[in-house]
């Protein structure tokens, strides 16, 4: 919300965007007064001026959505982030032996938006754009982890939890469940819930501009258990760097 020490009409409107994006991507009018605290005139000016612009866009049932234009705005801030954070995940890669690999939360989805590759001939090949469910992900389970509940059984309501092994989590209160060990732990575990014969660690990156995290991942045979316990305070120490990085942007 407005912090006071801006442009108030700008504080709004981004409050709005964000409002939006909390409660799925569209909401109505009155949703948006309730959740912004401001009256109905004057959100209705603002998101007048947001759809004029893209950033908004008003659909046939009257409620509003976000926009197009967010969307390469978005991605461009992925390709800075992940241009940004590439020297790390690369330090990652040479010293743990295996791929390294940054990801975000972007409309329900995981999308990975940085990847260093490890040495071994048999490695994890991770496409930097590509879209992946949270459910059964390293990354996107530590993003869950990020959100209230209520927000992640939103999330895997709209987009639903398919199995991509027969070990990936399809309840969602058994996910919810390992969600709360995550953030007693601070990490998340991706044990062949994703592609079989693969296991993945994976810390949050803080203060990122949507629930981030880092991880490193390779064939069970490699990154085991002991591994991953070894691994750990240097993906932490990383993530660590990367936010505050973030923070002197």
């Not at 953030?183 to 203060?207: H, L, M, S």
Request: hydrophobic share 40%; proline share 5%.
């Amino acid at each position: 919300m407005a912090n006071g020490t801006g442009v108030q009409s700008v504080d709004r409107a981004i409050d709005l965007l964000e409002i939006m994006t909390d409660l799925g991507g569209d909401a109505a009018l009155s949703e948006l007064a309730a959740a912004a605290n401001l009256p109905l005139p004057t959100i209705h000016r603002l998101m007048r001026t947001l759809v004029g612009r893209g950033y908004a866009r008003q659909l046939p049932s009257r409620r509003y959505t976000l926009g197009p234009r967010l969307i390469r705005l978005g991605e461009s801030a992925g390709r800075q982030l992940g241009a940004s954070a590439r020297p790390h995940l690369e330090r990652l890669a040479r010293e743990l032996g295996e791929s390294a690999n940054l990801a975000m939360i972007d409309r329900d989805m995981v999308v990975y938006v940085a990847q260093a590759s490890s040495s071994y001939s048999m490695r994890m090949f991770t496409e930097v754009g590509r879209r992946v469910y949270t459910h059964c992900t390293g990354v996107g389970k530590m993003v869950l982890a990020e959100l209230p509940d209520q927000t992640v059984r939103d999330i895997v309501g709209r987009v639903g939890m398919p199995p991509a092994t027969d070990l990936s989590i399809t309840d969602v209160d058994d996910l919810l469940k390992e969600i709360g060990t995550i953030r007693e732990q601070g990490y998340a575990v991706d044990d062949g819930e994703q592609e079989i014969g693969v296991r993945c660690f994976a810390v949050p990156v803080k203060d990122a501009p949507t629930p981030t995290a880092l991880s490193v991942s390779g064939p069970a045979a490699r990154v085991t258990y002991e591994f991953g316990e070894a691994a750990l305070p240097l993906l932490h120490e990383v993530a660590d760097t990367i936010s505050k990085e973030l923070l002197a942007a």
